[in-house]
């Protein structure tokens, strides 16, 4: 998910989106000021990851991607 804006309701669809989706792995990207704060604790309590940048986001599914790559590769 990427929020540029303050979205009302962010915080409360991209928990939605986790709960509806049967992917393992989702991540999200807030810019903003203090709306884009609280969005990001609430998400973070929620154990869904936040990230600085949309560059910092992928850089994440990369290695998360890297990683289930590595773990099937080796049996784990």
Known sequence: LNYGDPIP???????ALRDALSAKLIVTYFAGGDM???GRLALHRQGIPVYATPERAMRGLAAAAW???YRKKRGL
């Not at 309701?9 to 928990?15: H, L």
Request: hydrophobic share 40%; aromatic share 0%; no cysteine.
């Open 9 to 15: 309701g962010g915080v409360e669809t991209a928990a």
């Open 36 to 38: 884009e704060k609280e």
């Open 67 to 69: 990683i289930g790559a």
